[in-house]
């Protein structure tokens, strides 16, 4: 009897587990048929999106088409191709505005005119370097500059 018992247990162990195997597989098909209906809506839907670009080979030939099949003037021509050019065209968002690039530059013009003046005052002209920053310093300079006395 002690032969019998551990048998019928193994046994359910091995149903239990086959049919937790077989729930799992079953789940496993129905996630990737799932998938894939997704993954084939996007496509199409990313084809419908792709499909609105065109190479530029491309619409060449849809404008010459368009050009030869209608006769305008040349000048309509030219502005018919910028008002499409315009309507193509992104919008550029800049990371770094132009507005901070010009005070950027501005700062680093004044930051490179007082490095400029501690250099040349301190090394070439063998003063202190803080004797540059003076104001008193810089009245000399001036007065020499227009020999006013």
């Not at 996007?42 to 499909?51: M, Q």
């Not at 050009?67 to 910028?82: D, I, P, Y």
């Not at 700062?107 to 803080?130: M, Q």
Request: hydrophobic share 35%; proline share 3%.
């Amino acid at each position: 009897m002690s032969n019998s018992q551990p048998e019928v247990k193994t046994e359910e162990r091995k149903t239990r587990r086959s049919k937790a195997w077989n729930k799992l597989v079953d789940n496993l098909k129905k996630l990737t048929t799932e998938l894939k209906k997704k993954i084939s809506k996007n496509k199409k839907r990313l084809k419908g999106i792709s499909s609105g670009k065109t190479t530029r080979s491309r619409q060449k030939a849809m404008q010459k088409e368009e050009l030869s099949s209608e006769t305008t003037t040349r000048k309509q021509q030219k502005a018919k191709r910028k008002a499409e050019k315009k309507q193509n065209k992104k919008p550029r968002r800049r990371a770094f505005p132009i507005w901070l690039r010009i005070i950027v530059v501005i700062l680093l013009c004044a930051i490179a005119l007082v490095i400029g003046a501690i250099v040349g005052y301190a090394i070439i002209g063998s003063g202190k370097p803080s004797d540059a920053l003076d104001m008193d310093t810089w009245r000399h300079i001036i007065e020499i500059v227009t020999k006013t006395e």
